[in-house]
């Protein structure tokens, strides 16, 4: 949880937009509930992040599927290169796991004060974006 909220504080801002996902088929069968397990959200990037200039948009996407699922991102944002910062866990224990990586590598302290560099995986623009479970 401490490295997702580093990474929410550092990136998400104030501001949320509207997201409209085209392509998903839900088939609704009598006595069952139909669940999102695909969740995409939508901020402008923190003005406090220099790292990115005023405009710029941060997707966080939560994929609660068993199985890896592919987006294409569409209009505006599908010519834009994107800084990807996929946090799994790391080790066998999966979701039990005590430690955390970021795009493949695992996530620790420097020392006993200083944070690790959290660098993004950039992908080039265009590029589908696969999201594992």
């Known amino acids: 949880d401490y490295w997702l909220s580093l990474l929410y504080k550092r990136l998400i801002g104030p501001k949320v937009l509207a997201i409209h ?26 003005y406090h992040n220099h790292n990115y200039v005023r405009g710029s948009i941060t997707l966080y996407i939560i994929n609660l599927h068993r199985s890896r699922k592919k987006i294409k991102l569409a209009g505006t944002l599908r010519d834009k290169i994107v800084h990807q910062y996929l946090l799994q866990p790391y080790g066998k224990d999966g979701l039990h796991s005590k430690s955390v990586q970021l795009n493949g590598q695992p996530l620790a302290m420097v020392d006993d004060v200083t944070l690790p560099e959290l660098k993004p995986r950039p992908l080039r623009a265009g590029r589908t974006l696969v999201i594992p479970p």
Do not use: E, F, N, W
């Open 21 to 46: 996902m085209a392509g998903l088929q839900r088939k609704h069968r009598p006595g069952r509930v139909i669940r999102d397990k695909l969740r995409i959200y939508a901020h402008c990037t923190s």
